[in-house]
């Protein structure tokens, strides 16, 4: 089953020279929204493949946690922050 939720972006320059991403999904059963740090400009589209493929790696971390079977933690990635909204 594939998810069809709307990502909608801004962004913003910083003085670093990186791109701050602000996105929202937009999901009836669960609004979230976040931040994504970019190292420059990138196209719209590859920005949005970046956010679906992190939320991606975050829902199957969260489904491999089994008391039984410890699986190392994924290190922390201090460049995507998710929120619900």
């Not at 003085?15 to 400009?41: H, R």
């Not at 992190?54 to 699986?71: L, V």
């Amino acid at each position: 089953m594939e998810n069809q939720e709307k990502i909608s972006i801004t962004t913003k320059t910083l003085a670093s020279g990186n791109c701050q991403v602000k996105f929202f999904i937009e999901d009836e059963a669960k609004p979230q929204y976040g931040y994504l740090l970019v190292n420059g400009p990138k196209p719209v589209g590859e920005i949005i493949e970046e956010i679906k493929q992190r939320m991606e790696r975050r829902r199957s971390a969260a489904m491999n946690m089994n008391p039984f079977f410890p699986i190392p933690a994924s290190p922390e990635d201090h460049n995507f922050y998710l929120y619900s909204a």
